[in-house]
């Protein structure tokens, strides 16, 4: 089976979701698969550049930059994106059909090319929706519900509706669906983040002693430092264990609250906080063997449902997870049934502080939690497993349009 992937960033970007869908789609192609990943890049100079990275095709198509981008700048590149990516690599897809297409969100604006190539080579679309935009904008207060809410809502339903199948991360975002979107009755099929068991030829790192922290019990938190992640939460978290000097927080990543938390951890004097930029993919992985405990936050506003790509990483190098979230997310379950860490509601600040004494007081709680957290990345989070939901929905509707094809014919001889 050929597969194209729609994505607007990919390795070596940064981004959580970029390696995600690079081991996605490698492990398509280590099940025989075809597979096309067809990218974003503000980097190239010609309209497309192809290359083949272990067995994929990777077509990356010229655009404005978009991640890391200013919010009016990124939501003009996005809304272009559709119309950019045909312009520019219209006779490679013409000449490529695929037979799935898989496209992933954020971004919302997929759904035009995904409508045009589906017409054009009659095959299903598999949608993995990861954020869902604009209802979080809505609840963390950057967005109002007027005329640009209208507009990207509008987009959010095209992609919606082109989709045969949409993979949410998080049971509870089914309530998001049917309470939005009643009579709609779309296919929801509950598609876990995911990630490769093993990272062969990851470089060797030794941040600690270039940090200065051989002798700290260290929280990370990687990926994206924007609004809905609410780093408040985590410099009211360090602020109120300033005291316990073996306690330190890195904060390894990028995105639009970094200035403004520079300042304010600046202005707060906290010298148990560090800010560090993004590092790429395979560093950022090695760099993660280091520390004790990763750290996950959320807006407490937040009425849809995620479970954060950043905690595949603490799994893998089996870290217990210290986590701040909204209220309803599934990860409450998932960590305290696997007993992988300790989740608060964001807003409980004196139980997040008293569950992060406990970690960092007891090495051998931490070391229990943490095996407990790479078992549930090799049972629920396996990028074979993801690989094999996507491949049966295909293989169903393949199976179905063959009944149909012969039920066509039957009736056309009666």
């Not at 198509?61 to 200013?70: C, D, H, N, P």
């Not at 929280?219 to 410099?235: C, K």
């Not at 497993?385 to 149909?404: L, T």
Request: with cysteine; proline share 4%; charged share 25%.
């Amino acid at each position: 089976m050929r597969i194209l992937i729609l994505v607007d960033c990919y390795v070596p970007s940064a981004k959580s979701g970029a390696k995600q869908m690079r081991d996605l789609a490698v492990e398509f192609h280590r099940q025989g698969h075809d597979v096309i990943v067809l990218t974003s890049s503000h980097e190239i100079t010609g309209d497309a550049q192809i290359a083949h990275e272990k067995g994929v095709r990777i077509v990356r198509v010229r655009t404005g930059k978009i991640k890391g981008a200013g919010k009016i700048w990124r939501a003009v590149e996005e809304i272009r994106l559709s119309g950019a990516v045909w312009r520019r690599a219209g006779r490679f897809l013409l000449e490529n059909p695929a037979d799935l297409i898989v496209f992933y969100s954020p971004t919302i604006f997929w759904g035009a090319l995904v409508r045009r190539l589906k017409k054009l080579w009659g095959c299903p679309a598999y949608l993995i929706l990861r954020d869902i935009f604009p209802q979080w904008a809505v609840d963390a207060g950057l967005l109002r519900r007027g005329p640009v809410w209208r507009f990207f809502r509008k987009k959010e339903i095209e992609q919606y509706d082109v989709a045969d199948k949409i993979g949410i991360q998080s049971p509870a975002n089914a309530e998001y669906f049917a309470k939005e979107f009643p009579l709609r009755k779309y296919p929801l099929d509950v598609l876990y983040n995911w990630m490769a068991l093993q990272e062969p030829e990851l470089p060797a790192t030794d941040y600690r002693r270039k940090l200065g922290l051989q002798d700290k019990v260290v929280f990370v938190y990687g990926g994206n430092l924007g609004v809905a992640q609410d780093m408040d939460n985590i410099v009211r978290l360090a602020a109120r264990l300033a005291r316990h000097t073996h306690i330190h927080f890195l904060l390894v990543g990028e995105g639009s609250e970094v200035p403004r938390l520079k300042r304010l951890v600046a202005a707060k004097a906290l010298s148990n906080v560090q800010i560090l930029p993004a590092v790429g993919q395979h560093e950022y992985l090695a760099m993660l063997s280091e520390w004790d405990a990763g750290l996950i936050s959320l807006d407490r506003r937040l009425s849809t449902h995620n479970l954060p790509g950043k905690m595949l990483g603490y799994m893998y190098w089996g870290m217990p997870i210290l986590a701040s979230i909204n209220p309803g997310n599934d990860l409450f379950d998932l960590i305290e049934k696997n007993d992988a860490g300790f989740c608060l509601q964001n807003g409980e600040d004196e139980s997040l502080a008293a569950a992060a004494l406990i970690l960092s007081n007891d090495p051998e709680l931490r070391a229990k939690m943490g095996v407990n957290a790479r078992r549930l990345l090799e049972r629920q989070f396996s990028v074979g497993a993801a690989v094999h939901q996507i491949i049966s929905f295909a293989a169903q509707r393949r199976a179905k349009a063959e009944e149909n094809l012969v039920l066509q014919a039957a009736n056309h001889v009666a």
